[in-house]
T-cell receptor
Framework: ETGVTQSPTHLIKTRGQQVTLRCSSQ?????VSWYQQALGQGPQFIFQ???????GRGNFPPRFSGLQFPNYSSELNVNALELDDSALYLC????????????FGPGTRLLVL | QKEVEQNSGPLSVPEGAIASLNCTYS??????FFWYRQYSGKSPELIMF????GDKEDGRFTAQLNKASQYVSLLIRDSQPSDSATYLC???????????FGRGTSLIVHP
């Protein structure tokens, strides 16, 4: 167990809906990264937050947005869901001052029908 | 675009053998290299990281890095059926804290 938690564990939505996924970082970690992992693929970087500011973004459309809160927990919001958004969404945390090794939460499995 | 390549496998080895997993990367500026293990339906779990050329050993696992040839490998000695999983290679440039992942290699250790 890494100390990174995510909620919910599973979610079913329909096309066009909106979804919010949540992540609590490991104690002492100030950086949260979000990844999308489709079946049979490696995790694809969505974005990263460091001390409440976006610190990098992958090749995802603007309908993927996020937040980081003062306690370093984070949210991933996806608007106008598409069928291809069905995937495992992973949150990883690290401390930039303590090293870049990222530790993953258990993930949220999203199914879009 | 930074790329990390892994053979998707599956790599099948008998119990007790050495499993060798390989990864190549495109960005010559890469400085940090990670191996994660991912069981089916679970999230990635860090096994090892390596920053310097050469070998790094941790129990049954050895990571090997060759920056000149741009490859990193993971050796698993005395493979066990419980090692059966997908192994993800991740690479990041110094200071970016944003690793690029390969698609993973599926390892099957059969009794």
């Amino acid at each position: 167990e890494t100390g990174v938690t995510q909620s919910p564990t599973h979610l079913i939505k329909t096309r066009g809906q909106q979804v919010t996924l949540r992540c609590s970082s490991q104690s002492g970690h100030n950086t949260v990264s979000w990844y999308q992992q489709a079946l049979g693929q490696g995790p694809q970087f969505i974005f990263q937050y460091y001390r409440e500011e976006e610190n990098g973004r992958g090749n995802f459309p603007p309908r993927f947005s996020g937040l980081q809160f003062p306690n370093y927990s984070s949210e991933l919001n996806v608007n106008a869901l598409e069928l291809d958004d069905s995937a495992l969404y992973l949150c990883a945390s690290n401390s930039q001052e303590g090293g870049e090794t990222q530790y993953f939460g258990p993930g949220t499995r999203l199914l879009v029908l | 675009q930074k790329e990390v390549e892994q053979n998707s496998g599956p790599l099948s080895v008998p119990e007790g053998a050495i499993a060798s997993l390989n990864c190549t990367y495109s960005d010559r500026g890469s400085q940090s290299f990670f191996w994660y293990r991912q069981y089916s339906g679970k999230s990635p779990e860090l096994i090892m990281f390596i920053y310097s050329n050469g070998d790094k050993e941790d129990g049954r696992f050895t990571a090997q890095l060759n920056k000149a040839s741009q490859y990193v490998s993971l050796l698993i000695r005395d493979s066990q059926p419980s090692d059966s999983a997908t192994y993800l290679c991740a690479v990041s440039s110094g200071g970016s804290y944003i690793p690029t992942f390969g698609r993973g290699t599926s390892l099957i250790v059969h009794p």
